[in-house]
């Protein structure tokens, strides 16, 4: 059904002679781009590498732009990607874009404001679910699906909730999309870096036998970098290319960001750094065994639940240690799930995760 709807629209475009596509004019004299000072085409400062001078559809684009988007697509087993500034523009230009007045997108109640902020641009319905309940999530999906066979439904979730270091049941979520022939969106952003085969997240090893899926991997993160790809079909790319606004009406991601990326995301020292990771979180999660800790038990980012002055209380002890963290509080999340977030890096020394430890289990 997405295939289908994708082609038409992109047929439209060109029967009307009005098909988008992305070009480079290096080479060229430049009476194009928005490089007024010529300050982008200063290359010794990086290898070679290019700033971006325009939007991707009119300066902005260069071969090596598009053959690292190639690479990057490979390293996550998509058969195509697009790079965006951010992570938000990315979601505001797939929940913005693809939904029509005719589809139906159910959302985790918990997703990112990012999802939430690109669906009140897109005429679609939207309908949230419970948060990570995919009970909930199929008695949606039986009842949309009975009530219009052929409307295409899109499920929006997240691999990782940055605010509850909760993982998504991704393999459920995708059994239930193939039952009810449903699309599912997948933000990778914390997720991506950390979990599945040289950290290609929590998805990435569906992705060549489910279709029906679009992931979004933000390189903010783990990554260490600014961008993001949207990662699916060669279609999809295509369609972005020619409707999405956010990518459309802005200047695209530099040559010099995307070197940035592509180097940081197949870094050979990644592995050794999860490794790390996965050893100060375990001993983290066994120091603090009676601590109400709401998060996966993988995850970098862990969550204490308590009352509100409590928390206030153990993060200002936390500043005292030297130690940054953060109180959640609403709006950010609901009413009642008042957190401290903690987020543990590969970086952290030993040193200080026990001094971490020790302020919160004096408290």
């Not at 802005?250 to 995301?265: C, D, K, W």
């Not at 990771?277 to 066994?286: G, K, N, P, T, V």
Request: proline letters at 2%; one cysteine or more; hydrophobic letters at 40%.
């Amino acid at each position: 059904m997405l295939n289908k709807f994708l082609q038409d629209k992109l047929n439209e475009r060109i029967e009307k002679g009005t098909l988008r596509s992305l070009s480079s004019f290096e080479g060229n004299i430049d009476f194009l781009s928005n490089d007024f000072l010529g300050l982008a085409k200063e290359n010794d400062r990086m290898k070679g590498a290019l700033a971006s001078t325009g939007s991707r559809l009119i300066s902005g684009n260069s071969a090596r732009l598009e053959e690292m988007e190639k690479e990057l697509a490979d390293f996550f087993l998509a058969e195509a990607g697009l790079l965006f500034n951010s992570g938000y523009q990315a979601n505001l230009a797939l929940f913005s874009s693809i939904p029509d007045k005719n589809a139906l997108v159910l959302y985790d109640k918990e997703v990112h404001a990012s999802v939430r902020d690109g669906l009140k641009m897109s005429d679609a319905r939207a309908v949230g679910f419970k948060h990570n309940d995919p009970e909930d999530l199929e008695r949606l999906l039986k009842r949309f699906r009975q009530e219009a066979p052929e409307r295409i439904i899109y499920v929006a979730v997240e691999g990782l909730y940055s605010m509850s270091g909760e993982v998504s049941p991704i393999e459920t979520l995708i059994l239930l999309c193939k039952q009810y022939n449903a699309v599912l969106i997948v933000d990778e952003a914390h997720s991506t870096g950390i979990y599945g085969e040289e950290g290609k997240g929590i998805a990435a090893k569906y992705q060549t036998e489910f279709d029906g899926l679009i992931r979004l991997v933000t390189f903010g993160k783990a990554f260490g970098a600014h961008g993001a790809i949207v990662l699916g079909s060669k279609l999809l790319k295509q369609y972005l290319i020619n409707f999405a606004r956010p990518l459309i009406y802005t200047t695209g991601i530099s040559e010099r960001e995307a070197e940035r990326i592509l180097f940081n995301v197949t870094d050979p020292l990644n592995t050794g750094r999860r490794k790390k990771l996965a050893d100060l979180i375990s001993r983290f999660r066994s120091e603090l065994g009676t601590v109400d800790l709401i998060a996966d038990s993988s995850s970098p980012i862990q969550v204490i639940r308590g009352n509100r002055s409590d928390l206030i209380r153990l993060n200002e002890l936390l500043k005292e240690a030297n130690i940054a963290s953060k109180v959640i509080l609403p709006p950010t999340v609901s009413e009642g799930k008042e957190c401290l977030r903690v987020v543990i890096h590969s970086s952290n020394t030993q040193e200080e995760l026990d001094t971490l430890i020790k302020v919160i289990k004096g408290v």
